[in-house]
């Protein structure tokens, strides 16, 4: 694929140019939109899972590691399992659509679910801990979820536009 100017695109630009060309004409999705992708639902139950994070330090290294754990197992239930529901019925389906030069336009959100699940393995792992770090908790937590907010809007805004009618 060409770019503007006549240059030859990488898969990876031929996968940017055209998520960015949807983007360009997509405004925000409104509430109650024809694909319901679940994305408000894990938006607040990782809003919960934040409030609880908040106050870990506050907890006994005990009570701080329970917690630490029910938390990581709550992310892998909802964040991890939405990615695999995304990656089984709607990439699929998104990437039929867009075919460019072989390139899946779900690509780049597929290494965004694996960063994903390196985070909540991550934090998995620290509430195994001897001494349960309560900051590098919060602050693996907090990448994870600025990453995820990130990705969800890419993902609303661009490429579940795409499997709207019309």
């Known amino acids: 694929m060409l770019d503007a100017k006549g240059h ?13 060309a949807v983007m360009a004409t ?9 694909v319901d992708t679940g994305h408000a639902e894990l938006r607040r139950r990782v809003e919960d899972l934040a409030a609880r994070v908040r106050v ?4 006994s290294a005990g009570e701080r590691r329970g917690e630490m754990a029910a938390i990581a197992e709550a ?3 909802t964040v991890r399992t ?3 529901w995304e990656e089984r019925v709607l990439y699929p389906t998104i990437d039929a659509r867009t075919a460019c030069s072989g390139v899946a336009l779900s690509a ?7 960063r994903m699940a390196q985070s909540i393995d991550a934090l998995a792992e620290l509430a195994l801990g001897s001494s349960p770090d309560a ?10 979820v600025g990453l995820l907010l990130g990705h969800l809007e890419v993902e609303d805004r661009v490429l579940f536009r795409l499997l709207e009618p019309g």
């Open 56 to 59: 870990i330090a506050e907890l």
């Open 8 to 20: 030859w695109l990488t898969t990876a630009g031929c996968s940017v140019m055209a998520a960015l």
């Open 26 to 34: 997509a405004p925000p999705r409104k509430p109650g939109a024809a």
């Open 82 to 84: 939405q990615n695999e």
């Open 108 to 114: 780049l959100m597929q290494i965004e679910h694996a």
């Open 135 to 144: 900051l590098r908790f919060a602050v693996t937590f907090e990448r994870l």
């Open 75 to 77: 992310l892998d239930e």
